[in-house]
């Protein structure tokens, strides 16, 4: 842009204009993860944000797009295919507008890539963000369990989408050990790790849980020096923490822990309608369904009809007749979208997870925002096992966002003519 020939007036509108984008950008940084779990309303506002930005940026956007989306074309392609493949399922097998609903955001918050790199905003707000979120979401969690006296914690959405999104943020945290190691912040990240952990905990959700183990890999593996340890400190104080947990009554983790090998025991005795026994039962329902439509599956609106005429013909238990989705990730869709839809789920995981992995080789400033993605592919993963968080706005707005969010901080700090605000030291 060549700013020599333009007025004083104009200069100075720019400057406001540029301030005010770089300004609002840096706020969705850190609203994402601040507001997710402690708001009904933070993730809708941020897609808000984002959706007004690719409308006024519109023309920068397509002209600058190779330069902009270039790095994270795969990215761009697997959230493009997975609406096309939900898109073309709904409109075959019986269009139904809110089974559309998620993969139409997830595509629209892609240009939220173009649009940081755009606007470069203060990327250190996001790390900000997620110690707010994780404190925010473990005050919660503890305000539910004692004051209003819940079995489970839940905060505005579910527990298991509650718990899962803690424990992943809890992860990220983890990530910007290194970055924070000098400051006089050196803290936070671990605090914001055991804020997560404990909202996890107290949400009752296990199937999170297992993300504590796959999730230390990729800490110890491409972690730096210091992240390494931090890795190694956490998983030591969290397997205190949990056995602590276990052996207080009021926690609920050991009832938590025992109903695993009692729903089990019952489900083999031909009780179903336990929290495990109710799983397995739809996963061989979901099987069931796909194995009848490999190709394409039954159809994105049609699970839950599928479930219930298996039902009538005998060959599912009829406790599981009110339930929508398969509970398990990739059963889900390979039941409502065949060999496609599977398909389309797994570039969602494998696009984000290369574009992370081969920045965190270039060991540069991207390195703790790029592990911090590859912590959140790693954990949705795990969470795919026993949910569908695909099928919640919250967990598919999060992981989208999230997911764009740090691709787009990944690319600013490699961008050859300016310094990102990122690089910045954190507070001393």
Known sequence: MNLTHRSTDDLIHLTKQNFFSTSLFSFVLFAIPAFTLSTSFGLGLAECIILLGALYYAKPLWQQSLYLFNATQFIVLAFIFNFAVAACSLLWFGFEAKFLNNPLRQLVVVTAIGLIVLTRPNAKLFWYGLFAGTASAAILSLYQRIALDMVRAQGFHMPITFGDIAIAMGLMSLASIQYFAKSRLAILPYLSFFAGLTASLLSGSRGGWVALLF???????????????????????????????????????????????????????????????????????????????????????NFHNGINQLIARGELHPSISDFHHAHNEILHALATQGLFGASALIFLYAAPAAFFIRYLHKNDASHPYALAGLLLVVSFIDFGLTQVLFAHHIGAAFYATTICALSGVCIMSNHPHTTPNHAEKPDQ
């Open 215 to 301: 999730s230390f890999i990729p800490l110890y593996s491409y972690g730096q020096s210091k992240v390494k340890k931090g890795a190694l400190i956490s998983a030591t104080l969290t397997c205190l923490l949990l056995i602590a947990a276990y052996f207080t009554p009021q926690s609920n983790i050991r009832q938590r822990f025992l109903d695993i090998y009692n729903d089990i025991a019952q489900y083999q005795a031909g009780q179903v309608f336990t929290s495990i026994g109710t799983r397995l039962e739809m996963w061989k329902g979901a099987w069931k369904i796909f194995l009848d439509h490999p190709l394409f599956g039954a159809g994105r609106a």
